[in-house]
């Protein structure tokens, strides 16, 4: 990055582009090969390489400005949506869903309690191991208990504030 904008390049951001510029010259060497062969390329092959050209441009975002990227999962969509708008307006990379999907690198997991019934040991694993925040209207020991085995960083009690949750978000960072 140039001096004159006041950033460091991260040690990270030079693998994270490499990794990105391979990913795209692998897909325009399909493309390409399927228009001198007359072929078509295959949609899942292409899709397949696109999404790793944006997993892999979001790990070029987050060491190049520190993106901070945050995935919503909460049983009430309207929620979900309404809380990752608010984390979008403060700058945060977020979306929302109502099931756990695969996690990216370095994504902060903000987990509806009520939804660990419907997560099998792989996805309990995976979520388990991004130490999520979780948020519930669940008070009793049972609960936290729940959220204890999952490794929950936070337990936030709903409604929850933005300003709660940004707080959780940056001890939550401060981990690692």
Not at 9 to 20: C, V
Not at 82 to 105: C, H, I, K
Request: hydrophobic share 45%; net charge negative; charged share 30%.
């Amino acid at each position: 990055m140039d001096s004159a904008t006041g950033l460091s390049p991260s040690p990270e951001l030079a693998p994270a582009l490499h990794r990105l510029r391979s990913s795209l010259a692998r897909l325009k060497a399909e493309l390409e090969l399927a228009e001198s062969d007359e072929a078509e390329a295959t949609p899942g092959r292409l899709l397949g390489d696109l999404n790793e050209a944006l997993v892999l441009l979001q790990e070029v975002e987050q060491a190049a400005f520190g993106v901070v990227t945050v995935l919503v999962v909460d049983d009430d969509v309207r929620l979900a949506e309404l809380t990752a708008r608010g984390l979008r307006r403060l700058g945060y990379d977020a979306d929302s869903t109502n099931t756990l999907r695969d996690l990216r690198p370095k994504e902060i997991v903000v987990f509806d309690l009520g939804l660990s019934h419907e997560l099998d040991q792989s996805a309990r694993t995976a979520l388990k191991a991004v130490r999520p925040i979780v948020v519930t209207g669940a008070t009793d020991p049972g609960s936290r208990a729940l959220a204890a085995s999952l490794d929950a960083s936070d337990y936030l009690v709903k409604p929850v504030e933005l300003d709660d949750l940004v707080k959780a978000i940056s001890r939550r960072l401060a981990e690692g």
